[in-house]
């Protein structure tokens, strides 16, 4: 250990290494233009402070690859043994994590210490972007508005107004400049130029965004949008003309509404975020969600589809069954069809509790079934429909903690989807009992009705379930005992209700 501290700090004290570095480019004889190899060699010529420490890691020597190449002089013919092609891809820059980019912005003059964690923090919660392990990806929301935000007020985003902007607020702070006098001249572009897209044409602007993200907001299914780029040397340009080509084809291939086949997706926006929408509604209300641009998103509804599992049929109904994984865990689903949403280009299902009479009307319309009556009426009969019975989810259950999903069957599931189950009187005839699933688990409810009248249900006493006991094997004399112990206590502590 001394010695490595005394040879580390004398290396400090001493002149760098020196190194001569040779290099040799090797032509074909009949035709020096047509492909060239490179080969270096580098040798130590001072050793420096390498006389007194040397790196573990370090090679100063080539070795024979070194002899080789410096035993050769200008005019040398080497004999052709054998030629081993290997094809070699440029990668694309890595993207921005959140300590690249916050260099990036104050090399460019953008922001200030104070912003930059507000910054990094709005990107993700506003969903323009999101981490990919630690690097940011842009999301198909921020693309869409950096597109509206260019092709509008250009001037507004880019970085040079930005930074000078922010030099401006400096100036302020220091006193060198009028805030008011800032705030006038500023505020009466600013407003000449937002009162300028008054007058705009709502439907031209959305349709200037869709062209610029084209390849990715109608990408169709299971395709990567084509960059364009094309095989280098001779031809390559032709190559590249023809990708673009086949993906602008591909692209309005795609636009084709898949119901009518006769008019195009656009892009419209509603208050639940953007989506494409058929140019014929309302004679047509074929509606889609905006396609997953990104890894994650692909690979957690791959996730989910590989996680899909059917595990029989309702003996009543005839529906299908099945265990499925969503966003906030596993459930078990009445109705649907696990054939169908397995697969990623299924058609998607109306939304039915976002659709709106005049929309529910033209779905069913457009199924040449009666769209007369109220909005439940409707949903009841596009639930039915035969396009979507097979495939419409008719009950969810959440999968209670605890339970193991290898080992859940279809009765386990059916009891679960008959939630909340009544059970029955309780035996001195206080009111009915009610087993349910909460959000903190299983528990059984003791309902009464007050006075004896049908009027609205009282909730005398509830209780959760030991974990001694299932939520699939209790039966109405164990409930009323847990409900009994449970109102005694309840009872001891003053919390009976009357």
């Known amino acids: 250990?001394?010695?490595?501290?005394?040879?580390?700090?004398?290396?400090?004290?001493?002149?760098?290494?020196?190194?001569?570095?040779?290099?040799?480019?090797?032509?074909?004889?009949?035709?020096?233009?047509?492909?060239?190899?490179?080969?270096?060699?580098?040798?130590?010529?001072?050793?420096?402070?390498?006389?007194?420490?040397?790196?573990?890691?370090?090679?100063?020597?080539?070795?024979?690859?070194?002899?080789?190449?410096?035993?050769?002089?200008?005019?040398?013919?080497?004999?052709?043994?054998?030629?081993?092609?290997?094809?070699?891809?440029?990668?694309?820059?890595?993207?921005?994590?959140?300590?690249?980019?916050?260099?990036?912005?104050?090399?460019?003059?953008?922001?200030?210490?104070?912003?930059?964690?507000?910054?990094?923090?709005?990107?993700?919660?506003?969903?323009?972007?999101?981490?990919?392990?630690?690097?940011?990806?842009?999301?198909?929301?921020?693309?869409?508005?950096?597109?509206?935000?260019?092709?509008?007020?250009?001037?507004?985003?880019?970085?040079?107004?930005?930074?000078?902007?922010?030099?401006?607020?400096?100036?302020?702070?220091?006193?060198?400049?009028?805030?008011?006098?800032?705030?006038?001249?500023?505020?009466?572009?600013?407003?000449?130029?937002?009162?300028?897209?008054?007058?705009?044409?709502?439907?031209?602007?959305?349709?200037?965004?869709?062209?610029?993200?084209?390849?990715?907001?109608?990408?169709?299914?299971?395709?990567?949008?084509?960059?364009?780029?094309?095989?280098?040397?001779?031809?390559?340009?032709?190559?590249?003309?023809?990708?673009?080509?086949?993906?602008?084809?591909?692209?309005?291939?795609?636009?084709?509404?898949?119901?009518?086949?006769?008019?195009?997706?656009?892009?419209?926006?509603?208050?639940?975020?953007?989506?494409?929408?058929?140019?014929?509604y309302p004679d047509c209300g074929f509606t889609r969600q905006i396609l997953p641009d990104t890894m994650n998103a692909l690979a957690a509804a791959d996730d989910a589809r590989k996680q899909l599992k059917v595990l029989g049929s309702d003996p009543q109904s005839g529906h299908e069954v099945s265990l499925r994984k969503g966003p906030y865990g596993h459930y078990l689903q009445l109705g649907g069809s696990a054939e169908l949403d397995s697969q990623s280009d299924a058609p998607a299902l109306p939304d039915t509790k976002k659709l709106k009479v005049a929309e529910l009307k033209a779905e069913l319309e457009n199924r040449k079934l009666p769209s007369d009556g109220k909005k439940a009426d409707l949903i009841a009969r596009l639930h039915a429909a035969p396009d979507l019975a097979r495939r419409m989810p008719q009950r969810r259950a959440s999968v209670p903690p605890g339970v193991a999903l290898a080992d859940l069957t279809l009765p386990m599931a059916l009891r679960l989807l008959s939630l909340p189950l009544p059970m029955g009187a309780h035996p001195d005839g206080s009111g009915e009992i009610t087993l349910k699933n909460g959000r903190f688990g299983p528990y059984l409810e003791l309902v009464r009705a007050a006075n004896g009248e049908p009027a609205p249900p009282v909730v005398s006493v509830s209780v959760s379930l030991p974990k001694a006991v299932s939520i699939f094997d209790v039966e109405l004399p164990q409930a009323a005992e847990l409900l009994d112990r449970k109102r005694e206590r309840d009872i001891a502590r003053g919390k009976a209700k009357a």
């Open 1 to 280: 250990m001394y010695k490595l501290i005394w040879s580390r700090a004398l290396a400090s004290q001493m002149a760098e290494a020196v190194y001569e570095t040779l290099a040799a480019t090797l032509e074909p004889a009949d035709a020096p233009k047509d492909a060239q190899a490179r080969a270096s060699v580098t040798t130590l010529v001072q050793k420096g402070f390498r006389a007194v420490y040397v790196d573990a890691d370090a090679d100063d020597d080539d070795g024979a690859a070194g002899g080789a190449v410096g035993s050769l002089a200008v005019g040398d013919l080497l004999p052709l043994r054998s030629v081993d092609p290997e094809q070699h891809f440029t990668k694309p820059p890595p993207r921005y994590n959140e300590g690249s980019l916050v260099s990036k912005m104050e090399e460019l003059g953008v922001g200030r210490p104070s912003t930059y964690a507000s910054v990094m923090r709005t990107l993700q919660e506003r969903e323009y972007v999101r981490k990919e392990a630690k690097a940011l990806a842009p999301e198909v929301r921020g693309q869409l508005v950096t597109s509206l935000l260019t092709q509008r007020l250009e001037k507004y985003v880019q970085v040079e107004f930005t930074a000078a902007l922010e030099e401006d607020l400096d100036k302020i702070s220091r006193g060198d400049l009028d805030h008011l006098a800032f705030l006038e001249r500023w505020w009466a572009a600013y407003h000449k130029e937002i009162g300028a897209l008054d007058g705009d044409d709502h439907q031209e602007v959305r349709e200037a965004v869709a062209e610029s993200l084209a390849h990715i907001i109608f990408a169709p299914p299971n395709t990567t949008a084509t960059d364009g780029g094309g095989a280098g040397g001779e031809g390559g340009g032709a190559t590249a003309a023809a990708g673009e080509a086949e993906a602008a084809a591909a692209v309005a291939a795609a636009r084709k509404c898949g119901r009518c086949g006769e008019g195009t997706l656009q892009l419209k926006f509603s208050s639940y975020g953007p989506f494409l929408g058929c140019s014929c």
